[in-house]
């Protein structure tokens, strides 16, 4: 069976049982817990909170960044929800919000590749999951590019960035991200579009586009869930 069939067998299959999982487990917003609508949502009063921001920031040497949302209480709680309370099906809503702030692509030519940032093997192997691997899934499955998640390598492992300022984290991630050399002809001459869940400092991301643009990309943007603004760096979770 070619994967598009197979695929369509599962989302039919997901239809047929979405109403005995909502009768299983009753759908909560995953913000606050109230009761919802459907499974894949939030309730009015989070939607309502949730603050989209200008699309005018860069991450670094001018690459545009596009955040679906600004970190603000309730962006927090879903990034608490699915990163560390390991609710990895909140990756569709996410990529939902963040795939509508991403610029529509021309007609023709190769579809951008889709890079999320690495975690180190330790910390994957510990969370069993890399939440921007999911989102650049997602995003490929929504038809925003092709994902290409094996693109950069987190070889040294460092400490929780959460509360650092921006000096601090380029310290700590001076040389440990790398671009894998089996994927640099396929980043040669493509646009990169860098995914991650929250954009703190920006310095993750720089590192992440120096490696990338070894490669010699044809252009390099951030797509993100959440931008930190400045001064709430110190409630990263």
Not at 178 to 199: F, I, M, T, Y
């Amino acid at each position: 069976m070619r994967h598009r069939e197979a695929m369509a067998v599962v989302a039919q299959l997901a239809r047929h049982l979405a109403p005995v999982v909502d009768l299983v487990y009753p759908p909560r917003c995953p913000s606050c817990g109230v009761a919802i609508a459907s499974q894949a949502g939030l309730c009015a009063e989070c939607w309502s909170t949730l603050e989209v921001p200008d699309q005018d920031d860069a991450a670094g040497d001018g690459v545009p960044v596009y955040a679906a949302t600004i970190y603000n209480a309730t962006s927090r709680r879903l990034v608490l929800a699915y990163k560390h309370g390991g609710r990895i099906a909140l990756s569709r809503l996410l990529a939902r919000l963040i795939a509508a702030q991403l610029p529509e692509r021309g007609e023709g030519g190769a579809p951008p590749l889709l890079v999320p940032v690495p975690l180190h093997r330790w910390r994957l192997w510990s969370r069993g999951f890399n939440q921007a691997a999911l989102l650049a899934r997602e995003l490929a499955r929504m038809g925003r590019g092709e994902a290409a998640v094996a693109a950069l390598v987190r070889h040294r492992r460092t400490p929780n960035l959460g509360g650092l300022g921006r000096e601090a984290r380029e310290r700590m991630l001076s040389g440990a991200i790398r671009l894998d050399p089996r994927q640099s002809l396929r980043l040669a001459g493509r646009d990169v579009v860098l995914v991650d869940d929250v954009l703190t400092s920006g310095a993750t991301s720089r590192a992440c586009i120096a490696a990338i643009a070894a490669a010699g990309p044809a252009s390099i943007t951030v797509a993100c869930f959440a931008r930190v603004e400045e001064g709430h760096r110190g409630s990263m979770p």
